[in-house]
């Protein structure tokens, strides 16, 4: 069993990763976390044992790599789920927006995305961007870590993309960038500072 800032030695901390496998009907399965990617058992705060599905090992989406920077490597400590204490990272993007340990720093007013002006690099970015707009509540669905101004000014974040492409800073998926007019600028929902 593995715990929080245990040294990586030996386990995949970095490099190619999928996003999930196909079930059945051909749908993506997503929800690989951090341990999966590694292919290693972690336990967490409250004694929840979680070995690494065999079907997922090499994968990781959004969350799980959120986790494995700020949880494995920063050891900020991780929830097996659900996690309204804020003291621990839940493993869904929906339940970070409110629940993750830190500070909002600007979050959208229902119309407009964050203007966002006091980002800070590591600043967790939540994004709406695969919910629909007309539906009555906004869901969070993607989370990225801000990594500052590009070379040509341009604010960009990493995060493991809804492709089948692991976590990359390339344009995969959509343009890493919070300006201009693609879908993470238009659908940034809130910043976090842990």
């Known amino acids: 069993m593995t715990t929080a800032a245990t040294p990586a030695t030996g386990k995949q901390v970095m490099g ?3 996003y999930g496998y196909l079930d059945p009907q051909g749908y993506r399965y997503e929800g690989a976390d951090f341990h999966e990617y590694m292919n290693l058992g972690w336990t967490f705060p409250d004694d929840t044992y979680t070995g690494p599905s065999s079907k ?23 929830a097996a789920g659900e996690d309204t204490s804020k003291t621990r990272i839940p493993r869904k993007s929906r339940h970070m927006v409110d ?8 979050q959208t007013d229902g119309t407009n995305p964050p203007t966002a002006q006091q980002l800070q690099p590591g600043d967790l970015l939540l994004f709406n961007a695969d919910s629909g707009d007309d539906t009555a509540t906004v869901t969070v669905d993607h989370v990225g870590i801000y990594l500052g101004v590009d070379t040509t000014g341009k604010r960009r974040f990493l995060s493991s993309r809804k492709t089948g492409n692991g976590p990359t800073m390339s344009d995969l998926g959509g343009a890493s960038l919070l300006d201009g007019t693609g879908t993470y600028a238009k659908k940034l929902h809130t910043v976090h500072r842990i």
């Open 56 to 78: 997922q090992v090499g994968n990781l989406d959004c969350s799980g790599y959120t986790r494995m920077v700020y949880g494995y490597h920063m050891g900020v400590p991780l």
């Open 99 to 106: 629940y993750t340990p830190g500070t909002r720093i600007d």
């Open 16 to 18: 190619k990763a999928g």
